[in-house]
Nanobody, 122 residues
Framework: VQLQAFGGGSVQAGGSLRLSCTTS????????VGWFRQAPGKEREFVAA????????PYADFVKGRFTISRDNARGTVYLQMNSLKSEDTAVYYC????????????????WGQGTLVTVQR
């Protein structure tokens, strides 16, 4: 499974971006997908995840109420809608997939996209 994450960019604080995660070849429809981020000098951290059906979608506390994860299995795409962005949200965002249930630890995901950079300016 080859994942592609895109949609990053530079935005002013308070702005919005929508990230997308797609795959070439096999559909994402049977996979749980997570979004992680890594800021310079920091470890990769969990942001949000969604199970294969979209019925379960936990979030990290620091994005609750601002970010929304969703999926369109017909399009084989998982989205991360990011609103009310803060400068501390600046990071490279990665999507990852695993064939079983949602996980909160990066090492439990089997497949990773290349990352997309999000820069939030004060």
């Amino acid at each position: 499974v080859q994942l592609q994450a895109f949609g990053g960019g530079s935005v002013q604080a308070g702005g919005s971006l929508r990230l997308s995660c797609t795959t070439s070849g096999r559909t994402l429809g049977t996979y749980a997908v997570g979004w992680f981020r890594q800021a310079p000098g920091k470890e990769r951290e969990f942001v949000a995840a969604i199970n294969w059906s979209g019925s379960t979608s936990p979030y990290a506390d620091f994005v609750k109420g601002r970010f929304t994860i969703s999926r369109d299995n017909a399009r084989g795409t998982v989205y991360l809608q990011m609103n009310s962005l803060k400068s501390e949200d600046t990071a490279v965002y990665y999507c990852a997939a695993r064939s079983m249930t949602i996980a909160f630890i990066a090492s439990e995901y089997d497949y990773w996209g290349q990352g997309t950079l999000v820069t939030v300016q004060r």
